[in-house]
T-cell receptor, first 111, second 112 residues
Framework: GEDVEQSLFLSVREGDSSVINCTYTDSSSTYLYWYKQEPGAGLQLLTYIFSNMDMKQDQRLTVLLNKKDKHLSLRIADTQTGDSAIYFCAESNQAGTALIFGKGTTLSVSS | DTAVSQTPKYLVTQMGNDKSIKCEQNLGHDTMYWYKQDSKKFLKIMFSYNNKELIINETVPNRFSPKSPDKAHLNLHINSLELGDSAVYFC???????????FGPGTRLTVL
């Protein structure tokens, strides 16, 4: 079945780069997504990548996609304390009717 | 302007009660969703709905029923609430052919 896996925790120092990794199972996913959830808040779409792309850059965010290995990563450059949140990787389900989320990676940024 | 709104933000109720959570989107989107986020922050789809089709995650108990009075609303009705229903429920919407789902702020349901 469809499944998305992420490591649960990542701790970095302010100013360092953060890399959050994700693996997924459904090779037919057209888009893969990264969402951010701050404490007590809803989900905010950070970025998404089309499956025929290898990389997408948006300011401090870089998404890398290795379709052969079904591996997706999110790199946050110059991580700030305001980046502390839970980051969810997601893929579309086979029917394209919903998102399948990973368990989320809690990013903790210390100053 | 709030794109996807949910009411209430917090809901505390007793076991066995019936309750509803409301969701409205002002984006003109065609498809709406309900997701459940449990205490470990795991997010799972419950329903997706457009004006033609309701798709139900098979793991969702039939005590949960979505109701859509019109295209802009998808409410979630829950019968006979159980302790395990305590979670944060998120509504989302997507336009036809679009890639992005827009999420509401969530409703935190606590069943005592």
């Amino acid at each position: 079945g469809e499944d998305v896996e992420q490591s649960l925790f990542l701790s970095v120092r302010e100013g360092d780069s953060s890399v959050i990794n994700c693996t997924y199972t459904d090779s037919s996913s057209t888009y893969l997504y990264w969402y951010k959830q701050e404490p007590g808040a809803g989900l905010q779409l950070l970025t998404y990548i089309f499956s025929n792309m290898d990389m997408k850059q948006d300011q401090r965010l870089t998404v890398l996609l290795n379709k052969k290995d079904k591996h997706l990563s999110l790199r946050i450059a110059d991580t700030q304390t305001g980046d502390s949140a839970i980051y969810f990787c997601a893929e579309s389900n086979q029917a394209g009717t919903a998102l399948i989320f990973g368990k989320g990676t809690t990013l903790s940024v210390s100053s | 302007d709030t794109a996807v709104s949910q009411t209430p933000k917090y809901l505390v109720t007793q076991m066995g009660n019936d309750k509803s959570i409301k969701c409205e989107q002002n984006l003109g989107h065609d498809t709406m969703y309900w997701y459940k986020q449990d205490s470990k922050k795991f997010l799972k789809i419950m329903f997706s709905y457009n004006n033609k089709e309701l798709i139900i995650n098979e793991t969702v108990p039939n005590r949960f029923s979505p109701k859509s009075p019109d295209k802009a609303h998808l409410n979630l009705h829950i019968n006979s609430l159980e302790l395990g229903d305590s979670a944060v429920y998120f509504c989302a919407s997507r336009k036809k052919g679009g890639n992005e789902q827009f999420f509401g702020p969530g409703t935190r349901l606590t069943v005592l």
